[in-house]
Nanobody
Framework: QVQLVESGGGLVQAGGSLRLSCAASRSNFNSRTMGWYRQAPGKQRELVADITSGGTTTYADSVKGRFTISRDNVKNTVALQMNSLKPEDTAVYYC?????????????WGQGTQVTVSS
């Protein structure tokens, strides 16, 4: 079982920055795509960004140019740097991992961390 633990959420002012981190259990970390999802009340869960084991990244249009996903395959961590935050970024953010050697078969989820952006 892959365990994912998020940290770094909180309350920030619009235009501010926040960095989310996710620590993963060591097992097969380097063989998984990692990602960040978010879900706001009354909204569908959406994929914010993901990154393959080789470092290829994908972003939702709503965050391109503002968010950056990265991973450290030695420390088994993935991060989401969020800049120029907007109130509409307010959501619970979840770290996620795919099955080994897959691009989008999401199978593991963290507990989530709340991000609130005040106007």
């Amino acid at each position: 079982q892959v365990q994912l633990v998020e940290s770094g959420g909180g309350l920030v002012q619009a235009g501010g920055s926040l960095r989310l981190s996710c620590a993963a259990s060591r097992s097969n970390f380097n063989s998984r795509t990692m990602g960040w999802y978010r879900q706001a009340p009354g909204k569908q869960r959406e994929l914010v960004a993901d990154i393959t084991s080789g470092g290829t990244t994908t972003y939702a249009d709503s965050v391109k140019g503002r968010f950056t996903i990265s991973r450290d395959n030695v420390k088994n961590t993935v991060a989401l740097q969020m800049n120029s935050l907007k109130p509409e970024d307010t959501a619970v953010y979840y770290c996620a991992a795919t099955k080994i050697l897959t691009r989008d078969e999401w199978a593991y989820w963290g507990q989530g961390t709340q991000v609130t952006v005040s106007s």
